[in-house]
């Protein structure tokens, strides 16, 4: 059954380990990323963008398939579904669809109007028992069309947002989405070190957790992120496996070309991503 994040994250939050959201794209991801969470008794949470929730025939869809696989997998471990980067339709879409936690982004809004729809979102999520994250400073790079350069989130506003009862924030620290550039100035911990000064027990999120090195996500969970956000590392992996699998030709080889062979290289490779992410994050084994 899927679970709000509440929960998970306070706990990883006082426990100082980092629970990963991993972000689905079809059946192989879901399958992929359960499975791993279930192997390594770890909590997580599955992440869908409004892109990704399209592409998968709408957030009914979704639901159907995952709440499906928990049942089939015997998935024990808590899960919860996200969606990720809403917009505030998006968000009551998802909340009537059936998920167990939203984030709305009103991060490109004025302070006020972020506020504002914020507070909304929060009160229908308390209602229904969903978990709700809220974003302030826009995250860099490219999420679905939407592109930042990785600004700092001021920790006034993070503490006026923190302040509306939303379960976990968002905060940009100089992190940006997909691939990190070679100039790339790092993390800024002096932010997040301020932003966790005035929003005390709040989970924090770190997004864009690919290609973040290990000492500086371990930093980060020091100074209270509870969440880390993967998406372009699993991709990634997905990739060069099945690359490596029709470059040797095995596509070609007796029923090679089955989709259950075709993608299953690139299904254990995104297993394996998720298993490396979890032993760093330090969720192995918080499952109870």
Same mark, same amino acid.
């Not at 992190?175 to 070190?193: M, Q």
């Not at 000064?197 to 290990?214: A, S, Y």
């Given at each position: ?23 689905? /794209? ?40 995952? /709440? ?23 968000? @009551? @879409? ?15 809004? &004025? ?63 100089? /992190?940006?989405?997909?691939?990190? &550039? ?6 800024? %911990? ?12 709040? !989970? ?13 996500? @371990? ?13 372009? +590392?699993?991709?990634?992996? %997905? ?10 030709? $095995?596509?070609? +080889?007796? @029923?090679?070309?089955? &989709?259950?062979?075709?993608?299953? !290289?690139? %299904? ?12 760093? %994050?330090?969720?192995?084994? $918080?499952? /109870?």
């Amino acid at each position: 059954m899927l679970v709000s994040a509440k929960e998970m994250l306070t706990k990883a939050k006082a426990g100082h380990y980092a629970v990963g959201q991993f972000n689905i /794209n079809n059946l192989e991801w879901t399958k992929a990323v359960l499975l791993t969470a279930q192997e390594l008794n770890s909590p997580v949470i599955l992440g869908v963008s409004e892109g990704a929730g399209k592409y998968m025939c709408g957030y009914k869809t979704v639901v159907g398939m995952v /709440n499906g696989m928990l049942e089939e997998l015997n998935i024990t471990v808590p899960v919860a579904l996200h969606l990720d980067h809403g917009s505030y339709e998006g968000a @009551k @879409k998802c909340i009537e669809a059936g998920f167990s936690s939203v984030m709305f982004d009103g991060s490109h809004y &004025p302070i006020e109007e972020n506020i504002e729809k914020t507070k909304e979102l929060v009160s229908i999520c308390n209602e229904k028992g969903l978990s709700i994250e809220a974003e302030v400073g826009s995250i860099g790079g490219e999420e679905d069309g939407v592109i930042g350069k990785g600004e700092c989130a001021d920790p006034n506003e993070c503490k006026q947002i923190a302040d509306l009862g939303v379960t976990m924030l968002a905060a940009g620290i100089g /992190n940006i989405h997909g691939k990190y &550039p070679a100039n790339w100035e790092g993390l800024s %911990f002096e932010t997040l070190d301020a932003v966790q000064q005035k929003t005390g027990d709040m !989970p924090l999120v770190l997004h864009g957790g690919t290609g973040i090195p290990e000492d500086m996500i @371990k930093q980060a969970i020091s100074l209270g992120v509870a969440k880390i956000n993967v998406n372009t +590392e699993c991709q990634l992996s %997905f990739a060069a496996a099945t690359r490596k699998y029709v470059e040797a030709g $095995k596509d070609l +080889e007796g @029923k090679g070309f089955d &989709p259950r062979k075709l993608l299953a !290289p690139g %299904f254990e490779a995104i297993k394996a991503t998720v298993k490396e992410k979890m032993e760093l %994050f330090g969720s192995v084994n $918080k499952a /109870n």
